[in-house]
């Protein structure tokens, strides 16, 4: 099994920045795509940004050139750099991830969330 947890959401003025975290653990031999995601109140579920393997990359049209992925296979984690904030950028950033655990299995697991909220 394995799990995965957010970290470094909060409130940001907008204009703002925020790194966001996301640290996978359990049982992992290999990791493949990992991703952000992102829901706003009333809304559906998006793809934010998604970062390969060997590390390319594909972003929203809604947030290219103001976010960033990046990931640290070593570690398993991947990263999120939101620069340029703004109101419609509110919403919970959940992570996912997906590769194949020691026992054989491939998985596909996702994060609980964390809230990113862009105010004045």
């Known amino acids: 099994q394995v799990q995965l947890v957010e970290s470094g959401g909060g409130l940001v003025q907008p204009g703002g920045s925020l790194r966001l975290s996301c640290a996978a653990s359990?049982?992992?031999?290999?990791?493949?795509?990992m991703a952000w995601y992102r829901q706003a109140p009333g809304k559906q579920r998006e793809l934010v940004a998604s970062?390969?393997?060997?590390?390319?990359?594909n972003y929203a049209d809604s947030v290219k050139g103001r976010f960033a992925i990046s990931r640290d296979n070593a570690k398993n984690t991947v990263f999120l750099q939101l620069n340029s904030l703004k109101p419609e950028d509110t919403a919970v950033y959940s992570c996912?991830?997906?590769?194949?655990?020691?026992?054989?299995?491939?998985?596909?697991?996702w994060g609980p969330g964390t809230q990113v909220t862009v105010s004045s």
């Open positions: 996912n991830a997906a590769g194949r655990s020691w026992a054989g299995f491939m998985f596909n697991s």
């Open positions: 970062i390969t393997s060997d590390g390319n990359t």
């Open positions: 359990g049982s992992i031999r290999s990791m493949n795509d």
